[in-house]
């Protein structure tokens, strides 16, 4: 039973352009989420996170989106860079646990 | 501000031998835990600790045991590998701060091959 799901394993975009990364959960009792960005041989390192309650949340170029009825949330990067490339993985919390999506391979081109 | 440590970096161990992997924060933070992550799986839960002097297991705990030594301090150790537990594992902590949102800080990961 996964409840976060990233259903893109890799997601290819222009420099400049906007990264687009969605994430599906099944478990309403999240009373929030967060996005991780990892690096190769690296551990994850803390993005940007909503609380269940905020529809938007908007931190510099990176923006995360919230829809409660559609058990849906997206991080937007805009203007995405070269050193975006990395491994997101979006989380949903409660009860002092996290629950991670398999994560998405972001690739900026320049 | 060192933030969380993991030792060793990279181990490999053949079936059915033992070994502790070796987890410290020092950011003051009350809960600590365990991760593996693989290929196409992202990052499972294997044990937490919310607080010093307690334990809970995870979405994937057989086969591992763990100690929160202090408040400092979480072990995970594997009593007789098997190569199902060739993975990376990392461990992370966090402040149990109701403002928060258990935003956790990692480590940089174990790479633990099993023959």
């Known amino acids: 039973d996964q409840q976060v799901k990233q259903n893109s394993p890799s997601l290819s975009v222009q420099e400049g352009r906007i990264s687009i990364l969605n994430c599906d959960y099944t478990?309403?009792?999240?009373?929030?989420f967060l996005w991780y960005k990892k690096y190769p041989a690296e551990g994850p390192t803390f993005l940007i996170s909503i609380s269940s309650i905020k529809d938007k949340n908007e931190d510099g170029r990176f923006t995360v989106f919230l829809n409660k009825s559609a058990k849906h949330l997206s991080l937007h990067i805009v203007p995405s860079q070269p050193g975006d490339s990395a491994v997101y993985f979006c989380?949903?919390?409660?009860?002092?646990?996290?629950?991670f999506g398999q994560g998405t391979r972001l690739t900026i081109n320049p | 501000n060192a933030g969380v440590t993991q030792t060793p970096k990279f181990q490999v161990l053949k079936t059915g031998q033992s070994m502790t992997l070796q987890c410290a924060q020092d950011?003051?933070?009350?809960?600590m835990y365990w991760y593996r992550q693989d290929p196409g799986m992202g990052l499972r839960l294997i044990y937490y600790s919310a607080s010093e002097g307690t334990t809970d297991k995870g979405e994937v705990p057989n086969g591992y045991n763990v100690s929160r030594l202090n408040k400092r301090e979480f072990s995970l150790r594997l009593e007789s590998a098997a190569p199902s537990q060739t993975s990376v594992y990392f461990c992370?902590?966090?402040?149990?701060?109701?403002?928060?949102?258990?935003?956790?800080?990692f480590g940089p990961g174990t790479r633990l091959t099993v023959l």
């Open positions: 950011m003051n933070h009350n809960s």
């Open positions: 989380a949903g919390g409660g009860a002092q646990k996290l629950v």
């Open positions: 992370a902590s966090s402040s149990t701060n109701v403002r928060s949102y258990n935003e956790q800080f």
């Open positions: 478990n309403s009792m999240f009373d929030y």
